[in-house]
């Protein structure tokens, strides 16, 4: 057997078996909620340990795509979804192709924060969250900021369970939960299995806790996955459907340092189950209203490495969604993947801001103006021509 | 004393490192806090000393009457409601008294004091499974019989703990009769109960196989009748009825009788300045504080301080604090789920309202409600002292409830298993959503691990997936885990 700690494929369900009478803290962060004027509805999902655009919305078109990642790149014929002849879309993402389609989804591709070399998962957070100002999570979250523009904050009440960085600050905006019965994200396991790879017994443990069966476990995880994925977004849609106008929570798993192939599909699973259950859960009236906008704090490395996974990286991508985006395409100034293409010679080169994206929709969705966003939203942003996909 | 150590210092002698813990600097340090620390009545029991045993009073006659009651109407009746409502308040009285022992342990600043209260608890075991009135009596008897004396003599300590009530009760003391009695001739077949003699030799202080014999735990179990309950005060009295008459021959000295319960404090100083107690019981303390095998020089020091001294325990203390064994950064004892759990709140510097709100304390299933539909309130959450006291349930550690008069088993390799680890993992997470969420993992680490931090830690926690995963991984991991 190769090391355990480099492919130490073990499922949620074991240790959820393990540790039931104590459920965990969820996969899915809760739902941050916040009241403003007007219909227009805002939705943010922050996608915590460096989500890989490259393997969500892969260029195969590119040669040297299939040479940077010979395991893990795809094409039509081996399952990817095409797009645009350019682009294909993850298969497991493919809950989302319908939105695509119609579009109601649309990625935007190397972008990236301000944030660049540091490849903290914090550091990079605090500067998601920040909006580019903030380090170490100070100053709050530039969602909060954006209650300020609208003048009507939400009523506050008692939370125990602290909000997160991006709509936390001095504008009040409650918190609530989605049932949280699962334990740990795929990628928080392989941390642990690296925690532990030079303690015998603390290893033995994990892997006795997390079951032997993990390759059929992990096959079989999709529809545990997807109800999983469904919960936050079910809530938060049905919290913007009624009282609340903007919403925002979190999907764990992304961190695919090793065997990215098993691992990159229950978070994508996750997330397409958390856009299509936001559509639902909003309704058609509602939808139309609504802009998703999924972001992460960097990409991941465009070589894959020895143990079929990627490292931290830069250039990332985007996700847009609702009614009140113009989708179906995939925007963004892609760079080329050819050494001399790469920041470093190894990350997706970030030809893109993700705060302008975020700006524009806040622009579009609540009338804030630019110079307003651009002066205490995301302090220090510079003017940017007008984004195409609104 | 060499290699001192302030970060292994709190680690090992108390609850960890957090950003309340005032660092020791010198063993000196850990032994100088117990004076004042004896001086802090703890949090428990509820009422206070005084207050508690007004309410063994009163439980005494309220149960008695809703007994007698019940015998002159039969079973079915109110007189039935009313036992449960007895019984319902008691269990009520005594999770909160479970939350307060948590919230002691996590709050005191005197942590070594607190290590020490664990341990001296465990040593003489008493359980509150045993009745109701034990749930009353337990944490009385860790307040008033344990912990004012754990750094005094042994001496004092052993006639403390075994003359209390819980203990008595425990140990099936209260209905040892003499045969030679004048209740036991007048009943006929009695025999003294053996129980306590042999806990108290085997478990308390000579230590199984170190040569006491059948015939000592039964003359010691005659000498120790009379020892008995006040019905109606709960408290422990000498009763001359049920007491055997005569001399008795224990460990090769003959004792006689002085009619009160003063035959039972000389049987129990012998028993404590026996060399066999200073080593069985120093080996205990080393076993649990420095390692699952600690070294033989270092409990022969220890035990012959504690000839030399009496059992003076503070000197005893300070022979194990000044061993090199104390010092060494790899002890690796797997911390009990107590150390575990308590460890883990103070590292998060939680107060003292974050820890003692209990508004669904009346919940009996806990969970249940909370967990119920998916828009559960996140602010509806249980307080943190609820939430660790059901998890000690979990981890196998009920507070105050050992399953047997050995208390809780001291070894590694008791604690080290995947469902104890999966139950830390979990706790871990949840105490992480209550507190952590605006923490940098990499200062947490710092902060609780210091130098103690292992480079496979520090690697994973600086490249985490997210805050709470970071945190997580200093919380779970190995060296956070063992001490």
């Keep these: 057997m190769k090391k355990m700690t480099d492919r130490i494929l073990i499922s949620r369900r074991g240790l959820i078996g393990a540790a039931c009478s104590l459920a965990a803290a969820p996969i899915l962060s809760p739902v941050s909620l916040a009241a403003v004027p007007g219909d227009s509805r805002f939705v943010t999902i922050v996608l915590r340990g460096a989500m890989d655009g490259l393997d969500l919305v892969q260029p195969y078109g590119d040669l040297a795509f299939r040479q940077l990642r010979p395991k893990l790149a795809l094409t039509p014929d081996t399952g990817l979804i095409d797009l645009d002849g350019r682009f294909g879309l993850h298969p497991a993402a493919a809950a989302l192709e319908p939105l695509y389609r119609r579009g109601e989804l649309g990625f935007v591709h190397a972008v990236s924060t301000p944030y660049r070399d540091g490849r903290s998962h914090f550091d990079g957070q605090d500067m998601l969250e920040g909006g580019g100002s903030a380090q170490r999570g100070s100053e709050g979250g530039w969602l909060n900021r954006v209650l300020t523009l609208t003048r009507n904050p939400a009523p506050a009440i008692d939370v125990s369970v602290t909000p997160e960085m991006i709509l936390s600050g001095p504008n009040p905006a409650d918190v609530w939960a989605p049932r ?10 392989q941390m642990l299995a690296r925690l532990y790879r030079n303690d015998p017994a603390y290893t033995k443990a994990l892997s006795d806790a997390v079951g032997v069966d993990a390759f059929t476990d ?3 995880g999709e529809a545990v996955e997807d109800r999983h994925g469904a919960a936050a977004a079910k809530l938060a849609g049905t919290m913007l459907r009624d009282k609340y106008r903007i919403a925002s929570f979190s999907i764990n798993g992304w961190d695919t340092h090793v065997n990215q192939k098993a691992q990159f599909q229950p978070a994508a699973r996750i997330l397409s189950g958390a856009i299509t259950t936001l559509r639902e859960s909003l309704g058609e009236a509602a939808w139309a209203q609504t802009a998703v906008l999924a972001v992460t704090e960097f990409g991941r490395s465009a070589h894959e490495n020895a143990s079929g996974g990627t490292d931290h990286g830069t250039g990332g991508c985007a996700i847009i969604a609702g009614g009140a985006i113009r989708g179906g395409k995939v925007y963004g100034r892609f760079p080329g993947l050819d050494d001399s293409d790469l920041l470093d010679g190894r990350d997706l080169m970030p030809t893109g801001d993700v705060r302008h994206i975020a700006a524009a929709i806040l622009a579009s969705q609540f009338g804030i103006s630019g110079s307003a966003l651009r002066s205490s939203v995301f302090p220090g942003l510079q003017e940017e021509a007008r984004v195409a996909f609104l | 004393m060499t290699g001192f150590s302030a970060g292994i210092s709190a680690i090992r002698f108390g609850y960890g490192l957090g950003p309340q813990t005032a660092p020791y600097f010198r063993p000196d340090d850990l032994i100088s806090e117990l004076d004042r620390a004896a001086a802090v009545p703890p949090l428990f029991p509820l009422e206070g000393v005084q207050g508690r045993r007004d309410a063994l009073i009163d439980f005494a006659s309220r149960e008695k009457a809703a007994r007698a009651e019940r015998r002159a109407v039969g079973t079915g009746g109110a007189e039935d409601d009313a036992i449960k409502v007895l019984r319902r308040e008691v269990q009520k009285r005594f999770r909160r008294d479970s939350v307060l022992r948590v919230t002691q342990a996590v709050l005191s600043p005197y942590a070594f004091h607190e290590r020490l209260a664990s341990f001296w608890i465990n040593h003489f075991t008493v359980s509150a499974s045993k009745s109701p009135v034990m749930r009353l009596l337990v944490p009385l008897y860790e307040a008033e019989a344990i912990r004012p004396h754990l750094a005094g003599s042994f001496r004092d300590l052993l006639i403390s703990a075994s003359l209390h009530p819980a203990m008595v009760i425990f140990l099936d003391q209260a209905k040892s009769v003499g045969p030679g009695s004048r209740r036991g001739k007048r009943q006929g077949g009695e025999a003294a109960n053996e129980n306590f003699a042999r806990e108290v030799m085997e478990l308390h202080t000579l230590g199984a196989g170190s040569g006491y014999s059948q015939a000592d735990v039964q003359a010691l179990a005659l000498m ?3 020892v008995t309950l006040a019905p109606t005060t709960t408290e422990t009295v000498f009763n001359p009825r049920v007491a055997e008459p005569g001399s008795f021959a224990i460990l090769g000295q003959r004792y006689g009788r002085e009619g009160s319960l003063d035959d039972a404090r000389t049987i129990l100083s012998v028993l404590a300045d026996d060399p066999r107690t200073a080593r069985h019981v120093s080996s205990r303390l080393a076993i649990h504080f420095i390692g699952d095998q600690p070294p033989h020089d270092l409990v022969e020091k220890m035990a012959l301080r504690w000839r030399e001294t009496h059992g003076d325990l503070s000197s005893v203390y300070a022979v194990m604090l000044e061993h090199p064994a104390a010092w060494t950064a790899s002890a690796g004892k797997t911390k009990m789920p107590l150390d575990y759990v308590v ?8 107060n003292r309202a974050q820890l003692l709100n209990t508004d669904d304390a009346d919940d009996p299933d806990g969970e249940s409600d909370m967990m119920a539909d998916a828009g559960a309130r996140a602010g509806a959450a249980r307080g943190l002292g609820q939430l660790s006291v059901e998890t000690l349930d979990a981890l196998g550690q009920p507070l105050w409830r050992a399953s047997n008069a050995a208390g809780f088993d001291d070894g590694s390799g008791y ?4 469902g104890q680890l999966a139950q830390r993992i ?8 209550r507190g952590g969420k605006s923490l940098d993992p990499r200062d947490f680490l710092q902060a609780t691990l210091d130098e103690v931090a292992r480079a496979d830690t520090i690697a994973v926690v600086n490249q985490a997936p997210n805050r ?16």
């Design chain 2, 415 to 418: 604690w080290g298993g995947p």
């Design chain 2, 426 to 433: 979990a706790f871990a997470r949840r105490i992480i959503a």
């Design chain 1, 180 to 189: 949280s019965d699962i334990a740990l994200a795929d990628d928080e396991l």
């Design chain 1, 218 to 220: 992990l096959l079989r």
């Design chain 2, 343 to 350: 460890s883990s709140l103070k590292a998060f510097g939680f």
């Design chain 2, 468 to 483: 709470e995963a970071g945190l997580l991984a200093t919380l779970v991991s190995p060296e956070f885990n063992r001490r």
């Design chain 2, 224 to 226: 120790l009748t009379g």
